[in-house]
T-cell receptor
Framework: GAVVSQHPSRVICKSGTSVKIECRSL??????MFWYRQFPKQSLMLMAT?????????EQGVEKDKFLINHASLTLSTLTVTSAHPEDSSFYICSVIAGERGYEQYFGPGTRLTVT | GESVGLHLPTLSVQEGDNSIINCAYS??????FIWYKQESGKGPQFIID?????DKRQGQRVTVLLNKTVKHLSLQIAATQPGDSAVYFC??????????????FGKGTHLIIQP
C-alpha cells in the first residue's frame, strides 16, 4: 500500500486563528486525495476530495471557505482550518488512492486539532 | 441519507478464538467494500476489500463475506491475537464511479481481545 504522512500530528491553537495541516504521499503520486474528520468515538466523515491542479470538491455541509484545500503537487495536499473555533476540534485524516488495482484508499496517521 | 452501519458496537473475544464483525449497508448502488482497522490515535489501516462481483475474499487470517441480497458485510478474523484489539470500520463506495470517490464509513466495532 501507499505510505502517507501528515504534519503536524498534534496541534493546539487559539480560537480565531488558522491552522494548516499537510498530507504527503511518500511513495506514490496521488492525483486524488481525500480529507476526513473524526470526532471522538465516532466514525470518519468525508469532508472533501482534493484534486491535483484543480479545485477541491466539498461534501454537503462542509464550508469551503472555512476548510481551504490546496493540492499543489502530486505528493502534497494541505488543509487549512481558517478562524478555528472549539467545535472544529477533531481528528483530521487524509487518504490517497493507490495500490496495484488503482482504487484502494490508504490513510495517513491523522492530525489531532484542539482549539482552545 | 444512505449510510453504512454496524450491528455491534463492542465485541469481546478470547485470545485464539475466531471473531466475526458484521456490517449492514443500505446503499444498494455500492459495489466496493472495505474493512479498516483503527488503533487509538492512529489513522485507519487497510485490512481487506471486496467488490460486488464476489461474495468471499480471503487474506492472511481474515476473510470478508458479502451478501448482496441482504446488504450485509462481515469480517472474520481467525485465531485472534492481542494485536487485533482495535476499532474496525466497514466502508463503501461505488467503484463503478471510477474508483475515485470518497468512502462512506460505518459506525465501527470495538474488538476487545481477552487473554
Amino acid at each position: 500500500g501507499a505510505v502517507v504522512s501528515q504534519h503536524p500530528s498534534r496541534v493546539i491553537c487559539k480560537s480565531g486563528t488558522s491552522v494548516k495541516i499537510e498530507c504527503r504521499s511518500l511513495d506514490f503520486q496521488a492525483t486524488t486525495m481525500f480529507w476526513y474528520r473524526q470526532f471522538p468515538k465516532q466514525s470518519l466523515m468525508l469532508m472533501a476530495t482534493s484534486n491535483e491542479g484543480s479545485k477541491a470538491t466539498y461534501e454537503q455541509g462542509v464550508e469551503k471557505d472555512k476548510f481551504l484545500i490546496n493540492h499543489a503537487s502530486l505528493t502534497l495536499s494541505t488543509l487549512t482550518v481558517t478562524s478555528a473555533h472549539p467545535e472544529d476540534s477533531s481528528f483530521y485524516i487524509c487518504s490517497v488512492i493507490a495500490g496495484e488495482r488503482g482504487y484502494e484508499q490508504y490513510f495517513g496517521p491523522g492530525t489531532r486539532l484542539t482549539v482552545t | 441519507g444512505e449510510s453504512v452501519g454496524l450491528h455491534l458496537p463492542t465485541l469481546s473475544v478470547q485470545e485464539g478464538d475466531n471473531s466475526i464483525i458484521n456490517c449492514a449497508y443500505s446503499n444498494s448502488a455500492s459495489d466496493y467494500f472495505i474493512w479498516y482497522k483503527q488503533e487509538s490515535g492512529k489513522g485507519p489501516q487497510f485490512i481487506i476489500d471486496i467488490r460486488s462481483n464476489m461474495d468471499k475474499r480471503q487474506g492472511q487470517r481474515v476473510t470478508v463475506l458479502l451478501n448482496k441480497t441482504v446488504k450485509h458485510l462481515s469480517l472474520q478474523i481467525a485465531a485472534t491475537q492481542p494485536g487485533d484489539s482495535a476499532v474496525y470500520f466497514c466502508a463503501e463506495n461505488m467503484y463503478s464511479g471510477g474508483g475515485a470517490d470518497g468512502l462512506t464509513f460505518g459506525k465501527g466495532t470495538h474488538l476487545i481481545i481477552q487473554p
